[in-house]
């Protein structure tokens, strides 16, 4: 399917210096640390649970403290959104006592419970799509799937081809708004994650701000967006498609037919906006693709 | 008769330099412990405005800092902060603290103060860690303003004190 990159020496470094010598972390996926519970360290196909390493209060610290180099403080926005990227691409989610203020959340406090998502590009993920993306001439596009089926790993492979070129095609100028820092994975700017030659990352940004500030300022040929679903989100694309860019975007929904459901997005999917669509499920494999359909030229490809 | 003048001479020499070596010792001391003053102030700007990384903010005051042997000391405490291998920042602190005690003459005192940095909690915004530090800083302050009041009480009675005994042995010796 493609070529797995994991980082996992970033991942040692940011442990209690108690659980270095004592955990496993090849093959992980996720690593869970809750005070007064054991670490827990989950692959593809196994959870394995330390029960000699409960988890303290001291522990969280420790790990956010190496986590955010020591500069927790620096970290206050990210802390209130849930995560905090780390290098290597890495995801820390935290939670802890929300404060909230005029019903918004203000700050997290007492964080007592980590949830580390290890970082994984499958290089060479979207080969297998890309005929079909240039057919035709490139065209704006949706990647569907449940959640955690590998819209954003198809989407970052998609991404470095568009960029770089791929098939004889000429590399195209790409802007990605990376909302979650989830497509290029930024650690101080700087994406952790193969993104393309020709590839700009705006970081942490809303998507319609930030498709707004791309168009403005980086000229791109092709604008790339992770997960749409509000109205401002549907807004911005239909503002960006109208200045030329082709957009590609994730979507969550198992087929065309309930994304169209949606009523953020039913007027999205149509042969004069997002006329191609790729469907993905996780039947055989994470990112396995269903079907890809042409809304346009009315040609649906199977089981590709 | 001239061994004893060459004691004496070497005794009021001796007595002499060791009162001056005193001095000597007690505001190297002082400027070490002015220069980590200004340093949390420094630090206490960097945190509540910049939001910088701790590393760049060490890296900045090293930049900034006077006295060479505080200049070096975030130099490299901002180099064990960016190495690859993690500690917890308190330990790095006390351990760096401690390298540099013997170069600063500094007292347990002054390291007790000067560790309090090491044990602050790590606060999740700016502002809070700047006010912590700064309770540290006027702690230092205070410290380091009993000690200049020492020195200038006791930098002539070393001085001369020095001689004087000097002279007193000599005279019983010859």
């Known amino acids: ?60 610290q420790e790990c956010l403290q190496y986590a955010s180099e020591y500069s927790i403080y620096a970290f206050q926005e990210n802390i209130r959104q849930g995560f905090l990227t780390i290098q290597g691409g890495h995801r820390i989610g935290v939670c802890g006592q929300v404060i909230i203020q005029n019903q918004k959340i203000q700050l997290q406090q007492n964080i007592s419970f980590l949830n580390i998502r290890v970082a994984h590009e499958i290089i060479g993920c979207a080969d297998e799509v890309m005929s079909f993306l240039y057919e035709g001439g490139l065209a704006h596009t949706l990647i569907l799937s449940p959640p955690g089926c590998g819209k954003t790993t198809i989407l970052r492979d998609i991404i470095v081809h568009l960029s770089n070129g791929w098939g004889g095609h000429a590399g195209k100028r790409v802007a990605v708004v990376d909302e979650r820092s989830e497509i290029a994975a930024c650690h101080q700017g700087v994406p952790q994650n193969q993104m393309g030659i020709r590839t700009d990352v705006i970081d942490n940004c809303p998507k319609a701000e930030g498709i707004r500030l791309l168009v403005r300022a980086m000229n791109p040929e092709i604008i790339a967006v992770d997960e749409i679903g509000t109205a401002q989100d549907a807004e911005a694309i239909v503002y960006s498609i109208r200045t030329g860019c082709v957009m590609i975007g994730t979507v969550h929904a198992e087929s065309v037919a309930q994304a169209q459901e949606n009523p953020m997005l039913h007027h999205l999917i149509s042969p004069s906006l997002f006329s191609k669509c790729i469907v993905l499920d996780d039947t055989k494999e994470k990112g396995h693709v269903q079907y890809c359909v042409d809304l346009k030229h009315k040609n649906r490809t199977e089981n590709i | 008769m001239i061994l004893r003048i060459m004691g004496a001479v070497f005794v009021l020499v001796g007595m002499t330099y060791a009162g001056v070596l005193a001095i000597y010792r007690m505001q190297v001391r002082l400027a070490c412990l002015q220069a980590f003053e200004t340093s949390f102030v420094f630090m206490q700007q960097e945190l509540q405005f910049a939001q910088i990384r701790m590393a760049q903010v060490c890296i900045h005051i090293a930049e900034a800092i006077q006295n060479q042997i505080v200049r070096e000391f975030y130099k490299e405490f901002a180099a064990q902060l960016q190495s690859k291998e993690k500690q917890k920042f308190s330990q790095l602190w006390i351990w760096k603290i401690r390298e540099c005690q013997k170069q600063a003459y500094l007292t347990a005192a002054d390291i007790t103060i000067l560790s309090e940095v090491g044990a602050i909690p790590f606060c999740l915004d700016g502002a809070a860690q700047a006010k912590m530090i700064g309770q540290v800083d006027e702690h230092l302050k205070r410290h380091t303003e009993a000690l200049r009041i020492q020195i200038e009480q006791k930098r002539k009675l070393y001085q001369y004190g020095g001689a004087i005994a000097g002279v007193f042995i000599v005279i019983l010796l010859l």
């Open chain 1, 1 to 60: 399917m493609g070529q797995i990159q994991h980082h996992i020496t970033e991942l040692y470094r940011i442990l209690p210096e108690r659980f270095r010598d004592r955990v496993n972390l090849q093959e992980s996926t996720e690593i869970r640390m809750r005070v007064r519970q054991p670490l827990i360290v989950e692959t593809n196909t196994k959870e394995y649970v330390y029960t000699d390493c409960i988890i303290q209060k001291e522990d969280i």
